[in-house]
Nanobody
Framework: QVQLVESGGGLVQAGGSLTLSCAAS??????????MGWHRQAPGKERELVAT???????NYAASVQGRFTISRDNAYSSIYLQMNSLKPEDTAVYYC???????????WGQGTQVTVSS
């Protein structure tokens, strides 16, 4: 059973940094093809993709976070991370961890962690 648990959210001033973590269980990071990533949803807005990392460690970023955010994966800890620098008030959202295995027609989501950036 796949479970994703996010942590690391909080309140930070504009220009500050936060690192989000997503601890995964039920996933063998060293097997199969998959994409893991971070998405976010601000109040009144649709959920949007922030960054992804594939099983082959190819990364992809939304234009709005390119150069400020870095996604990474640690197989030993079955976790992915999102290092967020130079945070802006418009980065305020609930951030969700996502796992999409290529072998299954579905996505798995964590419960989300709130990030609030004050101006």
């Amino acid at each position: 059973q796949v479970q994703l648990v996010e942590s690391g959210g909080g309140l930070v001033q504009a220009g500050g940094s936060l690192t989000l973590s997503c601890a995964a269980s039920g996933i063998d990071f060293g097997f199969g093809h998959y994409v893991m990533g971070w998405h976010r949803q601000a109040p009144g807005k649709e959920r949007e993709l922030v960054a992804t990392i594939t099983s082959g460690r190819t990364t992809n970023y939304a234009a709005s976070v390119q150069g400020r955010f870095t996604i990474s994966r640690d197989n030993a800890y079955s976790s992915i991370y999102l290092q967020m620098n130079s945070l802006k008030p418009e980065d305020t959202a609930v951030y969700y961890c996502n796992y999409r295995p290529m072998s299954q027609p579905r996505d798995y989501w964590g419960q989300g962690t709130q990030v609030t950036v004050s101006s």
